[in-house]
């Protein structure tokens, strides 16, 4: 049987944490003594790795204070979690979806700016974990739209370009894929819009998770 592989983003695409991301970023921003940027302006930035986000939304302030602002989310991000304030559900139709997937044999991937401890929480407070094969995020990659994560799970999962296809919500999910060759397929239901994703390379962009599964099996 040929390999496989379908790699996904996290934030976005299978979960919608919107309100979790934006909140802890302004409580980051609020700590620093910074106004806090536009939700708008941080849902952009969703699917970045951290301090590649606060470089965005903080270009004006000081290294050391860009830094102070990454350490400040991930503590608010963290006492959310254990407070039993974070709200990640998944979007509908995706348990359903990655569960169908792995009992026709697909190997699982995720590729994420998520940190490791946020990206293993997520999943296993929907009971997914043992779905994926690899977990790929920016604790130990560059951020996206450099491919070296989505390269790590393709080796995890002994897959090529050829066998693999890359599911996100953002034009950074779309150019990390199409940078080595692999088939692109973008979410409607994300942080960036379906005409942007497209111009970025995505082959379609699926509007539920049902055609979603369908673009996927190709």
């Known amino acids: 049987m040929s390999i ?10 299978l979960v919608d944490g919107q309100a979790a991301v934006c ?8 700590d620093n003594a910074l106004p806090a940027p536009d939700r708008h302006d941080i849902r952009r930035i969703v699917g970045l790795s951290l301090p590649q986000a606060i470089r965005l939304l903080a270009p004006f302030a000081e290294s050391d204070t860009q830094a102070n602002i990454v350490e400040a989310y991930k503590s ?64 130990r990659h560059p951020s996206k739209p450099s491919p070296e994560m989505l390269e790590a799970a393709m080796a995890d999962g002994f897959a090529d370009a050829s066998q693999t296809v890359m599911i996100g919500d953002t034009v950074f999910d779309m150019e990390m894929a199409r940078a080595i060759n692999v088939r692109a397929i973008g979410v409607s239901w994300g942080y960036h819009e379906a005409n942007e994703l497209l111009h970025a390379g995505a082959e379609a962009v699926a509007r539920n998770a049902a055609e979603l599964g369908e673009l996927i099996r190709g």
């Open 4 to 13: 496989r592989l379908a790699v996904f983003d996290c934030d976005g695409t």
């Open 76 to 139: 608010a991000f963290r006492q959310a979690r254990l407070d039993g304030s974070l709200r990640e559900p998944l979007f509908d139709g995706i348990g359903e979806l990655l569960r169908d997937l792995h009992r026709t044999g697909w190997t699982l991937a995720v590729a994420t700016g998520k940190s490791d401890r946020g990206l293993k929480s997520c999943l296993a407070s929907h009971g997914l974990s043992d779905l994926f094969t690899s977990l790929q995020t920016a604790d």
């Open 23 to 30: 909140t802890a970023m302004e409580r980051a921003f609020a």
